[in-house]
C-alpha cells in the first residue's frame, strides 16, 4: 500500500494527543463534569455488558483480583436494581458512591499502535474497489478481507480490552466515540491509509467522526427491546462500516450486516430529521414514498462498506452467539461533510 508522507505522520500523531487529552478531561481521574449524565444513568444491557467484560479481562490476566472483585460489585448492584421500569434509568445515590471510581470511566486501556507495513490487506485491489463504488447511483461498495491479519486482531483486543463503552443507547447497544477513548493510533493510521489509497471516492475529506457499536447478541430474540440501529443518515459525506467480530459467531451468515437504501436522506432535512430515535417513523415514510430499493450487505468478518455517508441504512437482523467476545461490533468512520 502507498506510504504517507512525513507530514501526515506528524498531523496524526498531534490529533491523536489532542484526543488523547479531551479523553482525559472527560473520562480520566478528574473529569471536568462529574454529574455528567453518562456517570449517572445505566441500563440492564449496560451493567450486563461491563461484568462480561471485567470477567473477560481478569481471564485474561488483566489485573485479575481487581476486575474479579468489579465483576462481583457490579453484579450485586444489578441485583439490587429494579429493572421493570424504564430503559435508561438514574443510578441511586448509594449505588453512584459504590461505583463512582470506575462506572463509565477508562479504568484499563489497551494499546493498539501504528503499524510500520500499513493497515490495508494485500488483496486490497483498490482500482476495483473505486470502479465498484462509482457503479451505484450514489457510491457504494464493500471489501472483504480489508484489514491485514496484524491490524485486525489489535483492533479486536483494543475494543474487547477497553473500557470505553460509555454510551447507553435506547435498544441496547452501547457506543464508544473519538473523543472518549476511541482514538488509537492504529484508527487514525486506518482512515488515512483508506484516503490515500482511494483517492477518487474520499478526495479532499478528512476523518470527521469515528464511533464503534457493541450489540448484545440476544437481541434477535423477541421482546426483549434490544434491537440495532434503525434506519437513519449520517452527517458526512463518505461512511465506512466494517466488523470485527469474528464469523464464527455469526449465527445467521446471510444476515446480520447491513441495510442500505438506494434513497439519499434530503439535504433539507437537518440532523434532527434523518439521525434521531424519534425520526424512524418519518423516514419509513419517506422510503415507502421514494423507493424501497436497497443494497443489503451481510455480516461478515473484516468486512468494510464504503457509501455515501447521506444514504439511508440501517443495521440488519442479526443473530450472534451468546458470550462477550460473540458480540456484535462495528466501527463506523465517517469523512467530509454531507454537502460535499
Given at each position: 500500500?502507498?506510504?504517507?508522507?512525513?507530514?501526515?505522520?506528524?498531523?496524526?500523531?498531534?490529533?491523536?494527543?489532542?484526543?488523547?487529552?479531551?479523553?482525559?478531561?472527560?473520562?480520566?481521574?478528574?473529569?471536568?463534569?462529574?454529574?455528567?449524565?453518562?456517570?449517572?444513568?445505566?441500563?440492564?444491557?449496560?451493567?450486563?455488558?461491563?461484568?462480561?467484560?471485567?470477567?473477560?479481562?481478569?481471564?485474561?490476566?488483566?489485573?485479575?483480583?481487581?476486575?474479579?472483585?468489579?465483576?462481583?460489585?457490579?453484579?450485586?448492584?444489578?441485583?439490587?436494581?429494579?429493572?421493570?421500569?424504564?430503559?435508561?434509568?438514574?443510578?441511586?445515590?448509594?449505588?453512584?458512591?459504590?461505583?463512582?471510581?470506575?462506572?463509565?470511566?477508562?479504568?484499563?486501556?489497551?494499546?493498539?499502535?501504528?503499524?510500520?507495513?500499513?493497515?490495508?490487506?494485500?488483496?486490497?485491489?483498490?482500482?476495483?474497489?473505486?470502479?465498484?463504488?462509482?457503479?451505484?447511483?450514489?457510491?457504494?461498495?464493500?471489501?472483504?478481507?480489508?484489514?491485514?491479519?496484524?491490524?485486525?486482531?489489535?483492533?479486536?483486543?483494543?475494543?474487547?480490552?477497553?473500557?470505553?463503552?460509555?454510551?447507553?443507547?435506547?435498544?441496547?447497544?452501547?457506543?464508544?466515540?473519538?473523543?472518549?477513548?476511541?482514538?488509537?493510533?492504529?484508527?487514525?493510521?486506518?482512515?488515512?491509509?483508506?484516503?490515500?489509497?482511494?483517492?477518487?471516492?474520499?478526495?479532499?475529506?478528512?476523518?470527521?467522526?469515528?464511533?464503534?457499536?457493541?450489540?448484545?447478541?440476544?437481541?434477535?430474540?423477541?421482546?426483549?427491546?434490544?434491537?440495532?440501529?434503525?434506519?437513519?443518515?449520517?452527517?458526512?459525506?463518505?461512511?465506512?462500516?466494517?466488523?470485527?467480530?469474528?464469523?464464527?459467531?455469526?449465527?445467521n451468515p446471510e444476515s446480520g450486516g447491513l441495510i442500505v437504501y438506494n434513497t439519499p436522506?434530503?439535504?433539507?432535512?437537518?440532523?434532527?430529521?434523518?439521525?434521531?430515535?424519534?425520526?424512524?417513523?418519518?423516514?419509513?415514510?419517506?422510503?415507502?414514498?421514494?423507493?424501497?430499493?436497497?443494497?443489503?450487505?451481510?455480516?461478515?468478518?473484516?468486512?468494510?462498506?464504503?457509501?455515501?455517508?447521506?444514504?439511508?441504512?440501517?443495521?440488519?437482523?442479526?443473530?450472534?452467539?451468546?458470550?462477550?467476545?460473540?458480540?456484535?461490533?462495528?466501527?463506523?468512520?465517517?469523512?467530509?461533510?454531507?454537502?460535499?
Amino acid at each position: 500500500m502507498c506510504a504517507l508522507s512525513t507530514s501526515s505522520f506528524r498531523q496524526r500523531d498531534n490529533a491523536f494527543l489532542n484526543l488523547k487529552k479531551c479523553h482525559e478531561l472527560i473520562r480520566g481521574n478528574d473529569p471536568v463534569n462529574p454529574f455528567h449524565k453518562r456517570f449517572l444513568t445505566i441500563s440492564k444491557a449496560k451493567i450486563d455488558h461491563d461484568i462480561e467484560q471485567f470477567k473477560y479481562l481478569a481471564d485474561s490476566g488483566y489485573e485479575v483480583e481487581k476486575f474479579q472483585a468489579l465483576a462481583e460489585l457490579y453484579r450485586h448492584v444489578s441485583l439490587e436494581i429494579d429493572w421493570s421500569g424504564e430503559e435508561i434509568q438514574r443510578l441511586s445515590n448509594e449505588h453512584q458512591k459504590l461505583l463512582k471510581e470506575t462506572y463509565n470511566r477508562t479504568i484499563n486501556l489497551i494499546e493498539a499502535p501504528e503499524l510500520a507495513t500499513g493497515t490495508l490487506s494485500d488483496t486490497f485491489e483498490k482500482d476495483k474497489i473505486t470502479r465498484d463504488y462509482f457503479k451505484h447511483d450514489h457510491g457504494l461498495t464493500y471489501i472483504d478481507n480489508f484489514l491485514t491479519p496484524s491490524a485486525l486482531n489489535s483492533i479486536r483486543k483494543f475494543l474487547l480490552g477497553s473500557t470505553i463503552w460509555f454510551d447507553i443507547k435506547i435498544g441496547g447497544y452501547l457506543g464508544a466515540y473519538i473523543k472518549e477513548g476511541l482514538a488509537c493510533p492504529l484508527m487514525l493510521q486506518i482512515a488515512d491509509d483508506l484516503r490515500v489509497n482511494l483517492p477518487e471516492i474520499f478526495k479532499n475529506h478528512q476523518l470527521k467522526q469515528l464511533w464503534a457499536y457493541k450489540y448484545d447478541s440476544r437481541a434477535f430474540k423477541d421482546d426483549n427491546g434490544l434491537t440495532g440501529i434503525k434506519a437513519h443518515a449520517d452527517q458526512a459525506a463518505v461512511n465506512v462500516n466494517f466488523w470485527i467480530t469474528p464469523a464464527i459467531a455469526n449465527l445467521n451468515p446471510e444476515s446480520g450486516g447491513l441495510i442500505v437504501y438506494n434513497t439519499p436522506a434530503p439535504l433539507e432535512w437537518d440532523f434532527k430529521a434523518y439521525n434521531s430515535y424519534n425520526s424512524k417513523e418519518k423516514i419509513a415514510k419517506y422510503l415507502d414514498h421514494v423507493s424501497p430499493e436497497k443494497s443489503i450487505v451481510p455480516y461478515n468478518e473484516n468486512r468494510a462498506v464504503i457509501f455515501n455517508s447521506n444514504l439511508i441504512h440501517e443495521t440488519d437482523r442479526f443473530e450472534f452467539k451468546e458470550g462477550y467476545e460473540n458480540r456484535r461490533i462495528n466501527v463506523t468512520m465517517l469523512f467530509g461533510h454531507r454537502e460535499d
